[in-house]
């Protein structure tokens, strides 16, 4: 069975740009959260959701949004990116919204120059 | 606020020794408690979760941990550490309380393991 698949892997942005990332959910997972992890720290949660509707959302400035398709898979918004952007931005699908076991996708590498 | 603790950021043990990775963790209730593993360049690989019962939790790839209340403790053990267990090591808390967002995990720093042949 295909686990949480991210896309793309690899992404190079420049200050004030705009990305998309994207994320599949593990087949009959539910929920979708973001989480992003800056080098030499560990993961920070952006966003869960459930059902296409946000269940939580993280410390995160507004130019961060996510959504979710009917088939549950997502998407992270980022706009008018900045330096510390740069990251890597990591998916975890989990069977329903109560579900506290996540399992992660390998993530997506954006640098922001 | 939860937060998780890793007082160790770097840990460099010989292949057939024993670990201990320490996690200390705040929150007001009874967490769910959990440890995962990062290899370069990957994401995160769920190795144990502790959510209530039995305080010694057993995971994948022989590794083990222990939920001690007293100590808001929950450190991660493996009694003969392989080659292929070198990467990082990340304890995270799982809010318990209901009306918030389940899934939100804090994670600690991680803890980079060595292992010398």
């Known amino acids: 069975d295909a686990g949480v698949t991210q896309s793309p892997t690899h992404l190079i942005k420049t200050r004030g740009q705009h990305v998309t990332l994207r994320c599949s959910p593990i087949?009959?997972?539910?929920?979708v959260s973001w989480y992003q992890q800056v080098l030499g720290q560990g993961p920070q949660f952006i966003f869960q959701?459930?059902?296409?509707?946000?269940?939580g959302r993280g410390n995160f400035p507004d130019r961060f949004s996510a959504r979710q398709f009917p088939n549950y898979s997502s998407e992270l918004n980022v706009n008018a990116l900045l330096l510390g952007d740069s990251a890597l931005y990591l998916c975890?699908?989990?069977?329903?919204?109560?579900?506290?076991?996540?399992?992660f996708g390998e993530g997506s590498r954006l640098t922001v120059l | 606020a939860q937060s998780v603790t890793q007082p160790d950021i770097h840990i460099t043990v010989s292949e057939g020794a024993s670990l201990e990775l320490r996690c200390n963790y705040s929150?007001?209730?009874?967490?769910?408690l959990f440890w995962y593993v990062q290899s370069p360049g990957q994401g995160l690989q769920l190795l144990l979760k502790?959510?209530?019962?039995?305080?010694l939790v057993q995971g994948i790839k022989g590794f083990e941990a222990e939920f001690k209340r007293s100590q808001s403790s929950f450190n991660l053990r493996k009694p003969s550490v392989h080659w292929s267990d070198a990467a990082e090591y990340f304890c995270?808390?799982?809010?318990?309380?209901?009306?918030?967002?389940?899934?939100?995990?804090?994670f600690g720093q991680g803890t980079i393991l060595t292992v010398h042949p």
């Open positions: 929150y007001g209730a009874t967490p769910y």
């Open positions: 502790y959510f209530s019962g039995d305080t």
């Open positions: 087949s009959g997972h539910k929920s």
């Open positions: 995270a808390v799982g809010d318990t309380a209901g009306g918030t967002s389940y899934g939100k995990l804090t």
């Open positions: 959701y459930y059902e296409k509707e946000e269940r």
């Open positions: 975890a699908s989990s069977l329903f919204d109560f579900s506290r076991e996540l399992f």
